[in-house]
């Protein structure tokens, strides 16, 4: 009864430094989607896939980028962090027509 | 501009005291309308989707309702432990990326 996984929970990485969050599901299901959330801004889409081996950019892509190599797996690679990149990051799965399972996410900071 | 308001941004409830939150959206060909809560620190967890104009669904004290232009979700006699962020966000026909809102804090006091 796993849902959606996210590790770390929580991270502090220094500016120019590079990370990998980690995102799984075990409900079959084909969409993921990250997001950051922000304080007052709501949740903005950074990527997402369809399926398997099929991405394509959100609202807020740019210093980030993913893979889909597995239905289960969605990974958030961030190169280069900066200070902008410091928020709550969710990953969330669905089917196509119901509502989103959301991670309990992952809080950056970059320093 | 926004296509998704919520309304208020805050508000906070006495225990016991009704209330409803608003979520109106200016798109066209709606699709559906996904209401969520998302406790502090947490992902948000889903409530509810409606589907059409009329519809309504409920959820112990939660009940979700929809026209051509808005959503409430009605919270009737509210709890301590239902202080939460409340969000809504709507998805289009031919799409699979909903428009969140920026959401709806809500505090009861007991």
């Known amino acids: 009864n796993a849902g959606v996984t996210q590790t770390p929970k929580f991270r502090i990485l220094k500016i120019g430094q590079s990370m990998t969050l980690q995102c799984a599901q075990d409900?079959?299901?084909?969409?993921m989607y990250w997001y950051r959330q922000d304080p007052g801004m709501g949740l903005k889409l950074i990527y997402y896939?369809?399926?398997?081996?099929?991405?394509d950019k959100g609202e807020v892509p740019n210093g980030y980028n993913v893979s889909r190599s597995t239905t289960e797996d969605f990974p958030l690679r961030l190169e280069l962090a900066a200070p902008s990149q410091t928020s709550v990051y969710f990953c969330?799965?669905?089917?196509?027509?119901?509502?989103?399972?959301f991670g309990s996410g992952t809080r950056l900071t970059v320093v | 501009e926004d296509q998704v308001t919520q309304s208020p941004e805050a508000l906070r409830l006495q225990e016991g005291e009704s209330s409803s939150l608003n979520c109106s959206y200016t798109?066209?060909?709606?699709?559906?309308l996904f209401w969520y809560r998302q406790d502090p620190g947490k992902g948000p967890e889903f409530l509810f989707t409606?589907?059409?104009a009329g519809e309504e669904k409920e959820k112990e004290r939660l009940k979700a309702t929809l026209t051509k232009k808005e959503s409430f979700l009605h919270i009737t006699a509210p709890k301590p432990e239902d202080s939460a962020t409340y969000l809504c966000?709507?998805?289009?026909?031919?799409?699979?990326?909903?428009?969140f809102g920026r959401g709806t804090s809500l505090i009861v006091h007991p």
């Open positions: 798109v066209s060909g709606l699709r559906g």
């Open positions: 896939s369809v399926g398997a081996g099929i991405t």
């Open positions: 409900m079959n299901h084909n969409y």
């Open positions: 409606l589907y059409s």
């Open positions: 969330a799965s669905s089917s196509r027509s119901e509502g989103y399972t």
């Open positions: 966000a709507v998805l289009l026909r031919g799409s699979y990326i909903p428009t």
